[in-house]
């Protein structure tokens, strides 16, 4: 399910950005991503891991999810949100673009 989210979530986000209606739609992939994220590690985790030291591996499965979740959010409330962060990976930076421009 979450999987479709995705595929669904992130072109509307890349076509709607830059605009605040993109804003519910970084929301959502900041709270779809770690679920995605959690829910296959512990698919992984019950398969590989020996039953002994699963609850220690969802554990700390669990921590790691919770810190990306809240890393989301902080580029969500505080950043460009996630969309404009990922297309900004494929922006020339603006330092060489002037200096690119006088020479």
Same mark, same amino acid.
Not at 5 to 33: H, K, N, Q, T
Not at 82 to 101: F, H, N, Q
């Given at each position: 399910m979450?999987?479709?989210? !995705? *595929? %669904?979530?992130?072109? %509307?986000?890349? #076509?709607l950005s830059p605009s605040f209606i993109c804003w519910p739609v970084d929301i959502a992939v900041g709270v779809v991503i770690p679920y995605h994220m959690h829910a296959g590690v512990t698919g992984v985790?019950?398969?590989y891991v020996p039953r002994? +030291? +699963?609850? =220690?591996a969802?554990?700390? =499965? =669990? !921590? #790691?999810? !919770? #810190?990306?979740a809240l890393g989301l959010l902080k580029i969500n409330l505080c950043g460009q949100g996630i969309t404009e962060s #990922?297309?900004? !990976?494929?922006?020339?930076?603006k330092a060489k673009a002037g200096a *690119? *421009?006088?020479a």
């Amino acid at each position: 399910m979450s999987n479709k989210a !995705l *595929a %669904v979530l992130f072109p %509307v986000g890349f #076509i709607l950005s830059p605009s605040f209606i993109c804003w519910p739609v970084d929301i959502a992939v900041g709270v779809v991503i770690p679920y995605h994220m959690h829910a296959g590690v512990t698919g992984v985790i019950e398969d590989y891991v020996p039953r002994n +030291q +699963q609850p =220690l591996a969802k554990g700390g =499965l =669990l !921590l #790691i999810s !919770l #810190i990306t979740a809240l890393g989301l959010l902080k580029i969500n409330l505080c950043g460009q949100g996630i969309t404009e962060s #990922i297309k900004a !990976l494929w922006r020339e930076p603006k330092a060489k673009a002037g200096a *690119a *421009a006088t020479a």
